[in-house]
């Protein structure tokens, strides 16, 4: 299998890298991997649709190309979630679940296209101050490896909505099927340039996006550590940014809390994509009383799961991404093991069938220090540590000391507590009895360092919109002061 990039248009090749499965280490395929060049090519071409298309004026067309992109993935759905498993390691069903909320997703934004509404007001009298939100302009969308048509869709769709040109960088590790996924789109009747597509092996294309002064906005998808060094960089062209980085999401159970029935929903909150998931379940806090209880039910929840190649029906938890992550994330964990109170279950590197891929089976360990690092740090991978809480403040204390605050939830019965706690957490979002449950319409983002700005929902249109303030002084017609009509 081989892809190339789109740019203003037209086909665009370059050296060929290459794609692995990582359930085996076979080479799935070829994608052209481009450089400054072809990044300086794609940026002209959609500051060129942005600047001399009407794109940015009609909203009708933009949601008619939204629709028919939504159609045509719709009619192949089973063969892209066959590659997405292929090429990121993941469940089929998952897979196929990113792909139907994708299409979903495409089709909530084709909708709001035509209802981005402004408003007008008279603050002095006769004074007309008309407030329209425009689009922001030209944006480069980088996009993770994890959950590619989400998290692309949850950006790109939006920005579309709202008018804007795209030069879009795929990750590497995923770029036959985001390639594969937006070859649907980039086929539509839209003018050249209106949707650039530049795949690369390294951060090339990344920085030259953030760098240029020629794109408006940068939504990126990422690690904290390189949305920071995207901030540094974006300074210097004062570019609008939308960041969504990463958690280290708490769990908070309390003592009428059913362990049985919690423990398996937790341990596959904390395992969805091999853990690579940044709303991943990774800290469970949870009552004293129910401490033994939830040791033995989780141990047992995360020591049972079944890994295996995405595509095999019986799946439950696929490889990491490739071997340079699964290394890394077992390193950490090691440490992890070192320094724990206990070590309630040790994962490690599967033999047998699974050793030629970059499998990671589940650790869990118990600590009381919520100041370890591995407490602290987002550890990108099938770990998660438990600790136990006396009373709902020292809960509430323990699950905000973080930097990060992107997800939580907390379980329990009383809806009274739920509500109040899920209000004290400094989380963009925070569940009750429930894990990763997202939703195209309702927002997502971070407090603290996970992020900047909302994707999903209404307001991820904020992130793709200026506000414009038009002001007519019309003055007042009174009545003729000589009829007095
Ligand atoms: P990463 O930070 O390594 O990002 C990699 C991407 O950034 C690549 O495309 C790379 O080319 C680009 N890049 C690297 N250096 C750059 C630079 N200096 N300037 C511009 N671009 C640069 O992240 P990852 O490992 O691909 O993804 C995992 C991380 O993503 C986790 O931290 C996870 O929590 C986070 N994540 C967050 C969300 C969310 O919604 N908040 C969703 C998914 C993943």
Request: charged content about 20%; hydrophobic content about 45%; proline content about 5%.
């Amino acid at each position: 299998m081989k892809v190339h990039n789109w740019i203003n248009g037209e086909r665009a090749g370059g050296p060929l890298a290459p794609s692995f499965d990582p359930s085996n280490g076979e080479l799935i395929g070829e994608f052209a991997a481009g450089g400054a060049i072809e990044a300086a090519a794609a940026v002209a071409a959609a500051r060129h649709a942005f600047d001399r298309t009407t794109w940015p004026q009609d909203a009708r067309y933009r949601q008619r190309i939204l629709l028919d992109w939504a159609n045509a993935l719709e009619r192949d759905v089973e063969g892209l979630a066959r590659l997405l498993t292929r090429e990121n390691g993941k469940p089929l069903a998952q897979a196929r679940g990113e792909m139907l909320a994708a299409i979903s997703e495409i089709r909530y934004y084709a909708g709001l296209a035509r209802h981005i509404p402004g408003h007008v007001l008279e603050p002095e009298p006769g004074v007309f101050s008309t407030i329209l939100r425009e689009p922001a302009g030209t944006v480069g969308i980088i996009v993770p490896w994890n959950a590619p048509a989400v998290l692309l869709v949850r950006s790109a769709a939006p920005a579309l909505a709202a008018g804007c040109t795209l030069v879009i960088k795929p990750a590497a590790q995923t770029a036959l099927f985001l390639c594969t996924l937006l070859d649907s789109l980039v086929r539509l009747a839209i003018p050249p340039g209106v949707v650039n597509v530049v795949a690369e092996s390294g951060h090339e294309v990344a920085e030259y996006l953030v760098r240029s002064t020629d794109i408006d906005v940068i939504s990126f998808t990422g690690s904290t550590a390189t949305g920071k060094k995207i901030m540094a960089t974006a300074a210097e062209s004062v570019k609008k940014l939308s960041l969504e980085l990463g958690g280290k999401s708490c769990c908070v159970v309390f003592e009428d809390a059913d362990v049985q029935a919690v423990a398996p929903r937790l341990a596959q909150a904390a395992t969805i994509i091999s853990g690579q998931q940044c709303t991943a379940a990774r800290r469970v806090l949870v009552h004293a009383s129910l401490a033994p209880a939830m040791r033995d039910s989780l141990r047992t929840a995360l020591g049972t799961l079944r890994l295996g190649p995405g595509l095999a029906p019986d799946t439950q938890m696929g490889p990491l991404i490739d071997e340079t992550a699964r290394n890394a994330v077992a390193r950490m964990v090691e440490e992890a093991c070192d320094q724990a109170d206990s070590v309630l279950l040790r994962g490690g590197v599967p033999d047998g069938a699974l050793r030629h891929g970059s499998f990671l089976s589940p650790t869990l360990v118990e600590h009381r220090d919520p100041n370890a690092f591995f407490c602290q740090e987002e550890i990108f991978g099938p770990f998660v540590t438990l600790e136990t809480f006396e009373t709902e403040a020292e809960a509430v204390a323990k699950a905000n000391n973080a930097i990060f605050g992107l997800s939580a939830s907390v379980w329990t019965h009383d809806g009274a507590r739920a509500m109040r706690v899920a209000r004290a957490l400094r989380n963009g979002t925070v569940w009750i009895n429930d894990h990763n449950k997202l939703f195209a319409e309702a927002e997502t983002g971070g407090y603290r360092q996970s992020g900047l700005g909302r994707l999903h929902g209404y307001e991820a249109l904020a992130d793709f919109t200026e506000l414009k303030h038009i002001c007519l002084t019309a003055g007042v017609s009174l009545p003729d002061q000589t009829t007095g009509k």
